[in-house]
């Protein structure tokens, strides 16, 4: 590849102007599927695709180029940052912590000492549009340049139902970040310009995520958030999905009932193919339904209905009949609530 730098000496004003100019459409490079190697030791949190959210995924790993630069990463825009929306669609559930962010970069060469910014940011309503945008950050974590890996050697692979994805760079936060209560937030990367400096994060294929417009943004140099893809020229005009997995932790103790004093434990196993366990704690005698939705939120299965008492249940599903992804159960116990998500592999 032809290394590409990024100069430091362009100027604030030309940054300023050109992230509002007509956006040059990128050129896409080569897709890549890169070669697994064996699971690495620097995860602190066990990466499967019970706990990954991969499910914004699909596709063939791309890099796009722009005139100087990329599109996902530095570029002449002055481009500050780069993030995609998780919320229940895909995949989060409530009561969650985030650990880790796992990204796939194509590109990353410069000052060794350098560094991204793995972030997470809350959800917020932007207040012309109505429309969900980031907020603020509420988790950041410095990788250097020097522990992202773009050989082809330097990437681990993450088997799930859904897909196959891989990661070459972990941002783990030593205090895990809680899951806003709307179950929105976005995660992605910031960058600086230095001298020599160049990285860049692969993305899907362009068309392959058709959600782009509402799902992944970037933060301009004027510091405002804007759609990869608002049906303006002065924006990508592209439908992709970033490489970012957010690996996310919830209670495994039957000890730990939540503020509805209600517990919902991860099913087991999962993924499965036909029978799985669900495992629910109740804090009082409660009149009780757990149900099966998909995607959609079209209800599939009610697996338990009546008044249950105090204490631990475990109910068994078999979900033979239902094709292969991901689903939603949830537990309701008088007004209270607890949604998780399960995989039900081919």
């Known amino acids: 590849m032809k290394k590409i730098y990024i100069l430091s000496m362009l100027a604030a004003s030309l940054l300023c102007c050109s992230a509002i100019a007509q956006r040059v459409h990128p050129t896409a490079k080569a897709g890549f599927t890169p070669t697994a190697k064996a699971q690495s030791s620097t995860l602190r949190t066990a990466a499967t695709s019970s706990d990954t959210l991969t499910s914004h995924w699909n596709g063939t790993y791309t890099l796009y180029t722009v005139d100087t630069g990329y599109m ?58 109505n429309a969900d945008e980031p907020g603020s950050i509420i988790g950041s974590v410095n990788i250097l340049y020097s522990a992202i890996d773009t050989s082809a050697a330097g990437f681990i692979k993450i088997e799930s139902a859904l897909d196959t994805v891989f990661y070459n760079a972990v941002g783990h936060f030593a205090t895990p970040v809680t899951i806003p209560a709307t179950n929105k937030f976005w995660a992605g990367f910031s960058f600086t310009y230095n001298a020599g400096d160049t990285v860049a994060l692969y993305t899907t294929r362009d068309g392959d995520f058709p959600d782009a417009g509402s799902y992944t943004f970037e933060q301009w140099g004027d510091g405002t958030f804007n759609s990869f893809n608002d049906g303006t020229t002065s924006s990508w005009q592209s439908n992709v999905a970033l490489a970012v997995f957010p690996v996310v932790s919830h209670s495994t103790g039957m000890n730990n009932l939540t503020p509805n004093n209600i517990n919902l434990l991860q099913n087991e196993p999962n993924p499965f193919s036909s029978n799985t366990n669900i495992k629910y704690e109740l804090n009082t005698a409660s009149q009780v339904s757990l149900e099966i939705t998909d995607i959609l939120g079209k209800r599939v299965a009610v697996i338990s209905e009546g008044m249950q008492s105090a204490g631990k249940h475990q109910i068994a599903f078999n979900g033979a009949s239902l094709h292969a992804g991901m689903y939603f159960y949830t537990l309701r116990a008088g007004n209270q609530s607890i949604t998780k998500k399960m995989v039900i592999a081919e």
Not at 74 to 86: S, T
Request: proline letters at 3%; a negative charge; charged letters at 10%.
């Open 72 to 129: 996902c990463g530095q570029n002449k825009y002055g481009d500050k940052a780069k993030m995609q929306l998780f919320d229940n669609v895909y995949g989060v559930t409530p009561f969650g912590t985030i650990t880790d962010l796992l990204f796939t970069f194509g590109w990353a060469e410069g000052n060794p000492a350098s560094h991204i910014t793995a972030t997470i940011w809350g959800n917020a309503i932007n207040a012309t549009t």
